[in-house]
């Protein structure tokens, strides 16, 4: 049995023409298109970089390592590869004949340095009041969903109000990949298996959910919804299991529901789609929208409640309770913009009440001002 240690040094020997990035902190992202063209994305932006691989067979080399270290296989007749890096890096290549100019290769970094909240709001990613609006929406146990685009920050947002858990609550996390970084003390982290290439092994994320529910999680957090388990999600969330966290892609809040709808229809459980829509809109209570803007920068864009689901319309019924409004561009390039609450109180603020918590005074001010 090769040592850990060994492997990881050996897998970056293998990647020695991208090594330095995959070690650089300010790098979150490096694309390799084929041997001869390599991106990094740095601060939020694509830089090319003059990295080359020897050759094609010199990265199909690196990319049949990262397969053995996870137990897979690539080749032509598996040409994708998912997995992660020793360091918990996630790395995606597709080969030919797939990618006839390929290997096409994306590394994720990942940050053993967790994202607090207040370093957010020094990036200017949220404020002082939306983070205290947040931490008494999830400390509540009310049910958020974080949505965004490709790389917007959605996993980093999901470990930072991680942190409003209350201490003494049991959280089990359920992912594909491992990538979610829980700062609480109690966390369960269970991570799903594809088939080996006989086809057997396969432990689904809808396998661990359904095993989770009796596991007596306080809270379940899904680290991306991603197809059927959208319903078990829903269902878990409308039965008791309050508290609920996760992600999925989607670029505002109302896309966010309609894409939770199309995964939760690709469960096998058959069920009309009026009961659908209606036990999705009860399920849901908060999502938290974040956005990769044109200057690099990564920020919530929208605190959205969801407060039912319109019968006659057809159309779910939200309302903002912070959102983002834009100010122009500086001659540098930088969007100006302010994340300021609504004056929409939300229809949870009982719930809130009920454990002793409350929404910052901004949030009513904003609200006495809008009802004048």
Not at 176 to 195: F, I, K, M, N, W
Not at 225 to 238: N, P
Request: charged share 25%; with cysteine; net charge negative.
């Amino acid at each position: 049995m090769i040592p850990r240690e060994v492997f990881a040094e050996t897998l970056l020997q293998f990647f020695g023409p991208v090594r330095r990035y995959l070690e650089d902190p300010a790098v979150s992202e490096v694309m390799i298109n084929g041997p001869d063209q390599i991106f990094i994305e740095k601060r939020g932006k694509l830089e090319l970089t003059d990295a080359r691989f020897s050759s094609r067979e010199a990265l199909m080399a690196a990319l049949r390592n990262v397969a053995q270290y996870v137990g897979k296989s690539i080749d032509e007749h598996r040409p994708i590869l998912e997995g992660r890096l020793p360091d918990g890096s996630r790395i995606e290549a597709i080969c030919p004949p797939a990618a006839p100019d390929g290997p096409h290769v994306a590394i994720r970094r990942f940050f053993q340095e967790t994202l607090t909240v207040q370093r957010l709001i020094g990036f200017g990613a949220l404020t002082e009041d939306a983070a205290s609006a947040l931490h008494a929406l999830v400390a509540a146990k009310l049910n958020v969903l974080i949505a965004g685009g490709t790389g917007s920050g959605k996993t980093s947002m999901l470990n930072a109000l991680s942190s409003f858990i209350p201490n003494g609550e049991r959280v089990v996390v359920i992912e594909d990949s491992r990538e979610v970084q829980l700062q609480r003390q109690h966390v369960v982290q269970l991570e799903a298996r594809p088939p080996d290439p006989k086809g057997r092994g396969l432990v689904s994320i809808r396998d661990l959910f359904r095993a989770t529910l009796r596991m007596r999680p306080d809270r379940i957090v899904v680290g991306e919804i991603r197809g059927g388990e959208a319903l078990d999600l829903i269902q878990a969330m409308t039965s008791g299991h309050g508290g609920c966290l996760s992600t999925l892609h989607a670029t505002y809040p109302r896309d966010t529901l309609s894409r939770l709808e199309t995964m939760a229809m690709m469960s096998d459980v058959q069920m009309p789609l009026t009961a659908l829509r209606i036990q999705l809109a009860s399920a849901v209570n908060i999502i938290v929208q974040v956005s990769r803007y044109q200057d690099g920068s990564r920020k919530v864009s929208h605190i959205t409640e969801v407060i039912g689901f319109d019968q006659e319309t057809n159309q779910y019924l939200t309302q903002d309770i912070f959102l983002r409004r834009h100010d122009g561009v500086t001659e540098h390039g930088e969007i100006l913009s302010t994340f300021e609450p609504t004056g929409v109180l939300p229809r949870a603020v009982e719930q809130l009440h009920e454990h002793g918590l409350g929404l910052p005074a901004a949030v009513y001010a904003a609200a006495e001002q809008r009802g004048a």
